[in-house]
């Protein structure tokens, strides 16, 4: 099997520290592979994403020495797919809309009744106040959020489901079970209402439609990992190996956000840092 990476940056922001190491560690393991390294801008949501940033993704990794496959991936380009995605689900009766506001999820989710509100991995856990008790059928609505509807999308799969994960220089085996998913994860959303996709739907598509084997990103994504796997068995798509790197953190110990412009890799530049300064500053 080729070994096949990528670096699925998006265009919200500048690239720091933090991204630097994930670029550069994606990098050298598929040079180590003798594989492939893939870049794919994750700009499907229109309202953050600015072309200035994505043009200084492609000048940052150029200066920082990656080089990747052409042609690059871009989400935006992609909703086609993500479309039919949907409707596959959609028509097994495995999404429904959602009229919920956030203070509505955080209402029915913080009622006394429901004691303190469960996070998963995309914040509050649904109540399930919109999940009907019958699948939903018709024309897939557009215009409003989909959720997927936990325990009736794992009623045809094997359990328990798991992924390989190398982030610890062994093949380590992470199992999970439809219990965990119901309880832990629940109803996400896989269509917003702004992007008419989510992170989840797209990277999983795309991983899929860019022969990645390995997917290497943060570990404040591993807790995402099992609802990509289960949309890929959803989905009839390969699972890729994982290999969630260890974030780097500022001097205070808070993870790197894109927000923290003072590690721009930009503003190092500017400052006359050379790429291995960066280099030892990401890999210390
Ligand atoms: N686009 C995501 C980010 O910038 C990365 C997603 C991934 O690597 O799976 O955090």
């Given at each position: 099997m080729t070994f096949r990476t990528r670096f699925a940056p998006s265009p919200t922001g500048p690239l720091h520290l933090g991204h630097a190491y994930s670029a550069l560690l994606a990098y050298d393991s598929a040079q180590t592979a003798g594989g492939e390294f893939l870049l794919r801008i994750e700009d499907i949501d229109q309202s953050r994403a600015r072309p200035e940033w994505e043009a200084q993704i492609y000048d940052d990794l150029g200066w920082l020495g990656v080089v990747w496959e052409t042609p690059v991936m871009r989400q935006s380009?992609?909703?086609?797919?993500?479309?039919?995605?949907?409707?596959?689900?959609?028509?097994?009766?495995?999404?429904?809309?959602?009229?919920?506001?956030?203070?509505?999820?955080?209402?029915?989710?913080?009622?006394?009744?429901?004691?303190?509100?469960?996070?998963?991995?995309?914040?509050?856990?649904?109540?399930?106040?919109?999940?009907?008790?019958?699948?939903?059928?018709?024309?897939?609505?557009?215009?409003?959020?989909?959720?997927?509807?936990?325990?009736?999308?794992?009623?045809?799969?094997?359990?328990?489901?798991?992924?390989?994960?190398?982030?610890?220089?062994?093949?380590?085996?992470?199992?999970?079970?439809?219990?965990?998913?119901?309880?832990?994860?629940?109803?996400?959303?896989?269509?917003?209402?702004?992007?008419?996709?989510?992170?989840?739907?797209?990277?999983?598509?795309?991983?899929?439609?860019?022969?990645?084997?390995?997917?290497?990103?943060?570990?404040?994504?591993?807790?995402?990992?099992?609802?990509?796997?289960?949309?890929?068995?959803?989905?009839?798509?390969?699972?890729?190996?994982?290999?969630?790197?260890r974030l780097i953190r500022d001097d205070t110990g808070k993870r790197l956000a894109k927000r923290d412009d003072a590690r721009a890799i930009k503003l190092f530049r500017d400052e006359g840092a050379s790429p291995s300064d960066i280099l030892a500053m990401a890999k210390p």
């Open positions: 380009d992609r909703m086609a797919a993500y479309d039919t995605a949907l409707d596959t689900l959609w028509n097994r009766g495995l999404l429904y809309p959602c009229h919920c506001s956030r203070a509505d999820i955080a209402a029915a989710a913080s009622a006394p009744q429901e004691g303190a509100p469960l996070l998963g991995p995309d914040g509050i856990i649904y109540p399930g106040t919109c999940r009907p008790n019958q699948p939903c059928t018709g024309p897939r609505p557009r215009d409003i959020p989909l959720r997927l509807d936990m325990a009736r999308a794992c009623v045809d799969l094997d359990w328990p489901l798991h992924f390989v994960e190398e982030g610890n220089g062994t093949d380590e085996i992470i199992a999970f079970s439809a219990k965990d998913m119901i309880e832990t994860v629940g109803d996400i959303v896989l269509a917003r209402r702004d992007m008419g996709t989510s992170y989840h739907l797209s990277v999983v598509i795309d991983d899929a439609a860019q022969g990645i084997s390995h997917v290497v990103r943060g570990l404040d994504l591993i807790g995402a990992t099992p609802i990509h796997i289960m949309l890929q068995e959803l989905l009839d798509l390969p699972h890729p190996t994982y290999h969630h790197h």
